[in-house]
């Protein structure tokens, strides 16, 4: 072998090992964490099954005519009483749904749809009395969402809340996560972020679906269940959490509430979780850049997601317009469960390209394995093996350097969470 040769071949080396470090310990990508929450970037942008405004104000008038010929059924107050609550007026479900439950006692469904309706109108204590009421009746309803509801009123209560227009300002360990964690398995011997043990997983898991379902059904523009399931999608080890899911949530919070300190507060928290993520972390100062490509990746998941339900809404307008049951033609067209839009979650992401879902570290390990196999090809040669010395040096200090400021960027932000920590 020549000696261009030789240096084209130690070039390619170099080169590769730089592609290499391009991506390095990046393995927490947007399709990967979608893959280990599938649904969570719909439901958090709005891109799922769900009923438009002009929806509720038709069930309102068909529940009214109903109810005139059946005055105490109790299916048609629950229809109307959440119908009010999807409109931003939930006392005037609550003054419904009391009498109803003064005469069933143990009507699961209202009992149900009370304690949530109360919860919006920021009753809390009343909204627990009715919560633990439902479970003791119906424990396992709704996937075990309402044993997560009960915890949430109760982190609610003893937030900053009031004081600081956000449930917690000092870093995500006091998050809801923790408070999930110290709930089941009490203070006290707490798991390194990076350690979470196998049964912590699950019940963060269990919690992370009982709030996506909080979302799907009640809220998914309310700031309190965005920033609680961005608490719990940023809990585990990078190999368990999502941080780029979580930093959105934080950051449609933000969009969607009014005051600008409290706003200012959960763009805080969403800068924080991608302060230490290769993706966003451009160089700039303080990260500029990688905030602005958040934002605009969140603007455009949010756009597709409303040009996307546009098309429901304007089935559901034109149902009302030929005078037809809403409820009858919405029921034949599409799903409305947790479960479905799970799985259509899932089935998009199998849908796309196995390439564009390799996890960073896959990629990482493939670039890594062409360095080698460059240098095999050009093995022979003195300066082949010096250039695959420099290449593999290069490569191996610079992922120990990335490893270093991911663990203690994430340390110091107290991303993890575990029982009394």
Known sequence: MNRRTALVCSLLLVTSATTALACLWDYDTLQMERMRFPGALEIITGKFVRHSRAYYEWRITDRKKKLETRPDDPALLDDLAVAYAKLGRPEEGIALLEPTLAARADRYETLSNLGTLLFFAGRLEESKQYIRR?????????FGREKYQLLLTEYVQQSE???TGVLSVDGRSTGFARFVLEAKFGPGNPAEYYELPTEQVAELRAATKGALGMMHFADYQSPILLEVLGDLLLSGDMDQNSTQLAARAYLRAAKLTNDPADSGRFREMSESTIANSIDFDDGGPKGKTGKLHLEKELSKEVATAEAWFATIEANEKAWIAAGRDVDRE???????SLDKTVAAAEKQLQSEPREQRLSKRERNEREGRLIFFAGAICVGTPLALIGLGIASIVWWHRRARVWEK??????SAAVGVGPGK
């Not at 919405?330 to 409305?336: G, M, R």
């Open 134 to 142: 439902a479970l003791e009746i119906n424990p396992d309803a709704h």
């Open 161 to 163: 809340r009031e004081e």
């Open 330 to 336: 919405f029921a034949a067209v599409y799903y409305d």
């Open 406 to 411: 991911q663990v203690a960027g994430m340390k």
